[in-house]
């Protein structure tokens, strides 16, 4: 059984920053952000599997930086130049399998989830 649990989010100004926290109880293999704003779908932000390959949504893409550290089981998602478009509801979510680097921003191939932690980005 995975569990995952998120901390980090908050209301910042356009332009700034956070670091969201996901810590990880388990084995997994890739691991990702979502994002999900109110009327809308849930998108692929960013997802990494085993600290080597990674993806990014063309939309955070050199803005925000996803990394693992193993040894504290805690998945990270550093979010820099936030826009109001940003604001959304951040999921942690995880796969126990080999999912390929093209299904790693799909939500529907990830089997466990945390909460959420809220992200408001202010102009």
């Known amino acids: 059984q995975v569990q995952l649990v998120e901390s980090g989010g908050g209301s910042v100004q356009a332009g700034g920053s956070l670091r969201l926290s996901c810590a990880v109880s388990?084995?997994?293999?890739?691991m990702g952000w979502f994002r999900q704003a109110p009327g809308k779908e849930r998108e692929g932000v960013a997802a990494?599997?085993?600290?080597?390959?990674?993806r990014y949504a063309d939309s955070v893409r050199g803005r925000f930086a996803i990394s693992q550290d193993s040894a504290k089981k805690t998945l990270y998602l550093q979010m820099n130049s936030l826009q109001p478009e940003d604001t959304a509801m951040y999921y942690c979510?995880?796969?126990?399998?080999?999912?390929?680097?093209?299904?790693?921003?799909?939500?529907?191939?990830?089997?466990?989830w945390g909460q959420g932690t809220q992200v408001t980005v202010s102009s």
């Open positions: 990494i599997a085993r600290t080597t390959t990674i």
């Open positions: 979510a995880a796969a126990r399998s080999n999912l390929g680097s093209p299904w790693s921003l799909s939500a529907n191939m990830y089997n466990y």
């Open positions: 388990g084995d997994t293999y890739w």
